[in-house]
């Protein structure tokens, strides 16, 4: 063979090298393209059976039993590693900082985004709002609770006391995290009286469900307020998970309509509240941020409005770990 010959040869082959990878590289670009586990080829492959050589008693090999490929086969799916689901349970537990802000809007008369400003500049977690419209023809027919939820960046949830035709009238309770359920129980009423209700809301924080509950008692039939505010701490007297409480009270601390609601939680105020306390149009302490007692207030203010005949209550709280593994209890 000349060396002409065994240079075309040589470059013959590198020719057929050459596109023999072209082949392949086309070939596993289009397997890319396709779902996981699906061949690339146009055509099912046939099923192999391997020969596996076992060794015979003399050393030699023979031929063996065949394998099939197992039908059906799939990665196996690693194992946790032993604990991880306690260290997940402990990191849901860790207390979270909360700020809570109860607020009487007033309708939002004096300027639904004013209202909204003022309260993002506090910067709370939960707010409970009470006096809120919904689709009234007084206010525009404007959706409150959908305005404030958006323009806020949180979730809200709305409870109508008062429906007149389309418009509706009521509390709202807005909130970072999320809320799993909601709900209104209807409060006594008498001749005379405005329909008045108890909203509540699930919020998960920090891997636990908290029951935050929001209400705006009678303000003119004292009677009739106590008896509101009796049905309120009934309520929550077979609450076991955490809770808060706040609104409109319309009355102080040393009345008897507080009295039941104090027994059972804890005023915010009295521990750690500073500055001005009074939030209602006559200067009196009249609303209200109270918790269980396991839950701790860190600071508490009564910031005026330039809007609202009433102060903004605003309370900062650690809420504890969750003492269990995170579970859902969902009020029926």
């Given at each position: 063979?000349?060396?002409?010959?065994?240079?075309?040869?040589?470059?013959?082959?590198?020719?057929v090298?050459?596109v023999?990878?072209?082949?392949?590289?086309?070939?596993?670009?289009?397997?890319?393209?396709?779902p996981?586990?699906?061949?690339?080829?146009?055509?099912?492959t046939?099923?192999?059976?391997?020969?596996?050589?076992?060794?015979?008693?003399?050393?030699?090999?023979?031929?063996g039993?065949?394998?099939?490929?197992?039908?059906?086969?799939t990665?196996?799916?690693?194992?946790p590693?032993?604990?991880?689901?306690?260290?997940a349970?402990?990191?849901?537990?860790?207390?979270?900082?909360?700020?809570?802000v109860?607020?009487?809007?007033?309708?939002?008369?004096?300027?639904?985004?004013?209202?909204?400003?003022?309260?993002?500049?506090?910067?709370?977690?939960?707010?409970?709002?009470?006096?809120?419209?919904?689709?009234?023809?007084?206010?525009?027919?404007?959706?409150?609770?959908?305005?404030?939820a958006?323009?806020?960046?949180?979730?809200g949830?709305?409870s109508?006391n008062?429906?007149?035709?389309?418009?509706?009238?009521?509390?709202?309770?807005?909130?970072?995290?999320e809320?799993?359920?909601?709900?209104r129980?209807?409060?006594?009423?008498?001749?005379?009286?405005?329909?008045?209700?108890?909203?509540?809301?699930?919020?998960?924080?920090?891997g636990?469900?908290?029951?935050?509950?929001?209400?705006?008692?009678?303000?003119k039939?004292?009677?009739?307020r106590?008896?509101?505010a009796r049905h309120?701490?009934?309520?929550?007297?077979?609450?076991e998970?955490?809770?808060?409480?706040?609104?409109?009270?319309?009355?102080?601390?040393?009345?008897?309509?507080?009295g039941?609601?104090?027994?059972?939680l804890?005023d915010?105020?009295?521990?750690?509240?500073?500055?001005?306390?009074?939030t209602?149009?006559?200067?009196?302490?009249?609303?209200?941020?109270?918790?269980?007692?396991?839950?701790?207030?860190r600071?508490?203010?009564?910031?005026?409005?330039s809007?609202?005949?009433?102060?903004?209550?605003?309370v900062?709280y650690?809420?504890?770990?969750?003492?269990?593994c995170p579970?859902?209890?969902?009020?029926?």
């Amino acid at each position: 063979m000349t060396r002409r010959e065994q240079l075309g040869r040589a470059v013959l082959l590198v020719l057929v090298l050459g596109v023999i990878a072209a082949l392949v590289v086309v070939d596993r670009r289009r397997g890319a393209d396709l779902p996981e586990g699906i061949d690339a080829g146009a055509t099912p492959t046939p099923s192999v059976t391997i020969e596996t050589p076992l060794p015979s008693a003399d050393g030699t090999a023979k031929p063996g039993r065949p394998e099939k490929p197992r039908a059906g086969a799939t990665e196996e799916i690693p194992t946790p590693p032993p604990g991880i689901e306690a260290i997940a349970c402990r990191k849901l537990q860790e207390s979270v900082d909360v700020r809570v802000v109860s607020f009487n809007t007033h309708r939002s008369f004096g300027g639904i985004a004013t209202v909204a400003q003022e309260i993002r500049a506090l910067d709370p977690d939960i707010v409970l709002l009470q006096e809120i419209d919904r689709f009234h023809g007084r206010t525009g027919g404007i959706d409150q609770v959908a305005y404030f939820a958006e323009a806020l960046g949180m979730e809200g949830a709305f409870s109508p006391n008062v429906v007149q035709g389309n418009g509706q009238y009521g509390t709202a309770i807005l909130s970072r995290f999320e809320i799993i359920d909601s709900g209104r129980f209807p409060l006594p009423n008498s001749a005379g009286g405005e329909p008045r209700g108890l909203q509540w809301a699930g919020l998960e924080v920090g891997g636990q469900e908290v029951r935050v509950y929001n209400t705006h008692l009678q303000n003119k039939l004292v009677g009739l307020r106590e008896a509101q505010a009796r049905h309120v701490a009934g309520i929550l007297a077979g609450e076991e998970q955490p809770t808060i409480l706040g609104g409109d009270m319309n009355a102080t601390a040393n009345t008897p309509t507080l009295g039941p609601l104090l027994a059972q939680l804890v005023d915010a105020w009295p521990v750690a509240g500073s500055g001005p306390e009074g939030t209602g149009p006559n200067g009196s302490r009249i609303d209200f941020v109270m918790a269980s007692p396991t839950l701790e207030p860190r600071g508490a203010q009564a910031m005026r409005s330039s809007v609202s005949d009433h102060a903004r209550v605003v309370v900062d709280y650690v809420v504890p770990a969750s003492t269990d593994c995170p579970t859902r209890k969902r009020r029926a």
